[in-house]
C-alpha cells in the first residue's frame, strides 16, 4: 500500500499537533484553527525540525524570561508560534542552541 499525499499531511498535521502539545507552556488544547494551520504549513512546505525548534525557541523564551516578573499565562494556540517559525526560517539557531535551550527547560521543570 503506498501512501497518497493526503496520508503525507496527515501525518504531518498530526506530528505538528503532537510537538505542540508537548511543548511546555502550552495549555494543551488544539483548536480546529491549529489544525487549519498545521495543515497550511504542510502546503508550505515548513519543515517539521523548524516547527519543533520554533516551538522550544518560544517556551525557553517564556519560561526563560525575568525569573523575578509574574509568570506568563499558558499559550493558548499554535498561532502563537508562527512569527518564531518564520523567524527560525530566516536565520536558523544551530543544533546545539536548540538542544541547549530544550535542556534548559528542562531542568526548569518544563520537560520537553
Known sequence: MTDTPDDG???????????????????????????????????????????????ILGAARRVLHNGFSTPMPPVRSLHYFLPLVREVLDRPPGYREIEHLAQQLTLRGAAW
Do not use: K, M, S
Not at 34 to 42: E, I, K, S, T, V
Open 9 to 55: 499531511c496527515a501525518r504531518y498535521v498530526d506530528q505538528v499537533i503532537r510537538l505542540y502539545r508537548a511543548t511546555p507552556t502550552v495549555l494543551g488544547h488544539v483548536r480546529c484553527a491549529d489544525r487549519a494551520l498545521a495543515q497550511r504549513l504542510y502546503d508550505q512546505g515548513v519543515p517539521l525540525h523548524a516547527i519543533r525548534n520554533a516551538l
